[in-house]
Structure formats: C-alpha cells, structure tokens
C-alpha cells in the first residue's frame, strides 16, 4: 500500500553532515506520521526522531540526539534526515518509516512500512 526508500547514505569523516532522503509512495494519503529508525549489527532498532505529515510536528526519542533535524516536503511525499557533526557511534542502517497516529511513536511497533535502509558510515 505504501512504498518508501531511502537514499543519501554512505561515508563521511567524524564532524561531517549527510542528509538522507525518503520518498513515499502508493497510498500516501493513509500516512500519519513518518520517521527515521537506525540499527547497527547486533542491536536493537533505534527511533532517531519522526514528524507528523500534516502538522509537521518532530517526534522526538526518549535519548535525545544532537546535532540531527528531521522536515518534510508534503508536494514532494518526501522525508528528510539532516546530520550534522556526525561521531562514529552514528554509524548504522538508518531506516525510513510510516504509519498512523497512535501511542510509542518511539518504537517501531507504531509503523506499519518501512523502507531497504540505507548505510551510513562515520569514520576517518
């Protein structure tokens, strides 16, 4: 029903900035709320931060993140993950996510799609 990738990954040098990118499609029309999820080999998927699509509202993580901005551009069905100042403990697949409005948007329980991951690497 709904259809989301990720792009925007790869390798940056610690401080450095990527912004990833989602684009939706499908039914687009059911989607609430959006946001970016991050897993790295053998830990748990991490919430990073989420948006509502109408309002444009930032879901913000119980461990707040420094240095990333979360926006959407509605004409665009698209997602954006902007990050700064980048450490080697960012290093994961960032996953892109949506769903419709409901309690722990936090977890990702609350999402119904999601999208292939895209990596991104921070070292020197």
């Known amino acids: 029903q709904v259809q989301l990738v990720e792009s925007g990954g790869g390798l940056v040098q610690p401080g450095g900035s990527l912004r990833l990118s989602c684009v939706a499609s499908?039914?687009?029309?059911?989607?609430?709320?959006m946001g970016w999820f991050r897993q790295a080999p053998g830990l748990e998927r991490e919430f990073v931060l989420g948006i509502t699509w109408r309002g444009g509202s930032t879901v913000y993580p119980d461990s707040v993140k420094g240095g990333f901005t979360i926006s959407r551009d509605t004409a665009k069905n698209t997602m954006y993950l902007q990050m700064n100042s980048l450490k080697p403990e960012d290093t994961a697949v960032y996953y892109c996510?949506?769903?419709?409005?409901?309690?722990?948007?936090?977890?990702?329980?609350?999402?119904?799609?999601w999208g292939q991951g895209t990596q991104v690497t921070v070292s020197s």
């Open positions: 996510a949506a769903g419709q409005s409901g309690p722990r948007l936090n977890t990702p329980g609350a999402y119904d799609y």
């Open positions: 499908g039914r687009t029309d059911s989607i609430d709320v």
